[in-house]
Nanobody, 131 residues
Framework: HVQLVESGGGSVQAGGSLRLSCARS??????IGWFRQAPGKEREGLAT????????RYAEFAKSRFTISQDNGGRTIYLQMTALTPEDSATYYC???????????????????????????WGQGTQVTVS
């Protein structure tokens, strides 16, 4: 049984920073990703990490301001966000799967989770509001 619990969201002024945390318990899957979804918009992948070797990948739009990392042993996965703008306001989720995915779609580099969505595990999300 995999469980993911996000924390660290809140309200921040434009230009500020936040660090989100994703606490993992139970069976630890190979790939962890951070995603976000704003009202009326599609969910988008931000960054993924393989805790076993620390390898990371970022969505093209996220790589300059977002950093995914882990604590020792990968018990907690972090997302450091800087230079936040109101457009970053969304619910942020961490999710896990057996493998990560990445590729260029419509000319844009995107990241996500591999495999069927039914095989993915999602946290409950944490709200970020930038004003």
């Amino acid at each position: 049984h995999v469980q993911l619990v996000e924390s660290g969201g809140g309200s921040v002024q434009a230009g500020g920073s936040l660090r989100l945390s994703c606490a993992r318990s139970g069976y630890r899957e190979n790939c962890i990703g951070w995603f976000r979804q704003a009202p009326g918009k599609e969910r988008e992948g931000l960054a993924t990490i393989y805790p076993v070797d620390g390898s990371t990948r970022y969505a093209e739009f996220a790589k300059s301001r977002f950093t995914i990392s882990q604590d020792n042993g990968g018990r907690t996965i972090y997302l450091q966000m800087t230079a936040l703008t109101p457009e970053d306001s969304a619910t942020y989720y961490c999710a896990s799967a057996a493998a990560c995915s990445a590729g260029r779609y419509g000319g844009i580099w995107k990241v996500g989770l591999a495999g069927a969505e039914s095989s993915h595990t999602w946290g409950q999300g944490t709200q970020v509001t930038v004003s």
